[in-house]
């Protein structure tokens, strides 16, 4: 069955097509319309399922009503949740999500961009923008989307001076430091990636230092020793999501032949925690009777292994960031934003055992 045109109607209405965009979207205001006729036009646009053309109304408003969404290799998990969130955030409004996702280069990164700018995006969500070794960004690429008038939302600050949600990485390591030393442990163990301590460019690894710094916060109020110890990323030839795990075994290969032996580790990423604990228990450490883990970013895997992963939680970035774009679009103000941290209490920590067994099964 062919599909109503707003012209057909505005005949059946005995009105003007422009009544019928206004009766139904309120647009343009200069045009009045009073609540019998509005009324009336309504009861037949759903007794005949009128849908408006949602490209004309774009066209004729000089927008294109995407919006591209832009990230990175090895982020797969969080930007399918993020855009999910995203598109819930939008419901009720005439725009569409489109996906962009690059190997995590400057170019690959760049040609993604020039892609959307060609598709006319009225919006850009930006996922861990890219920012190499040496400090490069593609912040030129991304400054000529804002003069073209594109609005530009990032998830954490890369580019400096665009809109960006960020997570206060220093707080929510400093919370799932004070949440084991209250349940007990004193001697709590942070592996970090050697990386980190790269001060080449300010802002590479910066995440991960800020890490540090709220684990050496936390432990210094408790007057209590820190133990955090760097170690290189092995090449296993996964990546994403499976190399985080394959780094949480490989942690544990080397955290139970360290003279010492702690109670309790701390780890910046769930899915490091998630490999420590595979690799533990096959070697017989029951978690968390004989030791706890706690992760640093709570996720929905997080939830199903044995044991569940004690971790932290912010607030839900992509339903803010799909509201701080409609925002942004509307042309009202918007700032940068830091997510509000909190703990999220399952099975992988517990108090410390009395009598720890040793780390080696």
């Known amino acids: 069955m062919p599909r109503m045109t707003r012209r057909e109607l505005a005949q059946m209405a005995n009105v003007t097509p422009a009544v019928v965009t206004a009766a139904l979207t309120g647009r343009p205001q200069s045009i009045r319309v009073s609540d019998r006729t509005a009324d009336r036009i309504r009861l037949l646009a759903k007794q005949h399922n009128y849908q408006p053309d949602i ?9 294109s009503m995407l919006l591209a969404y832009l990230s990175r290799e090895g982020a797969q998990y969080w930007n399918w949740h993020q855009v999910q969130d995203i598109q819930v ?24 961009v020039q892609q959307a700018l060609r598709q006319r995006v009225d919006g850009l969500f930006v996922c861990g923008g890219f920012l ?15 003069d073209e008038g594109v609005r530009i939302l990032q998830f954490y600050n890369v580019i400096p001076g665009l809109v960006s949600i960020n997570h206060d990485d220093r707080a929510m390591s400093r919370m799932a430091t004070r949440h084991l030393i209250a349940q007990g442990h ?5 592996p970090m990636y050697v990386s980190c301590l790269d001060q080449r460019v300010p802002r590479a690894f910066l995440h991960l230092r800020n890490q540090v710094e709220g684990y050496v916060e936390a432990m210094g109020e408790a007057g209590l020793t820190t133990d955090v110890w760097h170690f290189e990323a092995p090449a296993t030839g996964r990546s994403g999501l499976n190399q985080m795990i394959d780094h949480g075994m490989y942690v544990w290969s080397q955290l139970k032949q360290r ?21 533990a228990m096959a070697d017989g450490i029951r978690i968390p009777r004989d030791l706890s883990v706690m992760g640093c970013c709570d996720m929905d895997l997080s939830q199903v292994t044995s044991p569940a992963v004690t971790t932290i939680s912010t607030d839900d970035s992509g339903m803010l960031a799909g509201r701080m774009m409609l925002d942004m679009l509307a042309g009202r103000p918007v700032q940068d934003v830091f997510l509000e941290p909190s703990v999220v209490v399952r099975e992988s920590v517990a108090p410390p055992p009395d009598d720890p067994r040793p780390l080696r099964g």
């Open 89 to 112: 955030a939008l419901r009720g409004t005439d725009y569409s999500v489109i996906l962009h996702h690059h190997r995590g280069t400057l170019e690959d990164e760049a040609y993604h």
């Open 186 to 190: 004193r001697r709590i163990t942070f």
């Open 259 to 279: 003279p010492g032996r702690p109670t309790a580790v701390l780890l910046h990423h769930d899915l490091q925690v998630i490999g420590l604990m595979r690799s």
């Open 55 to 63: 490209r004309a109304r774009a066209l004729s408003q000089g927008k």
């Open 132 to 146: 190499s070794l040496d400090g490069q960004t593609n912040e030129p690429l991304f400054r000529h989307l804002q």
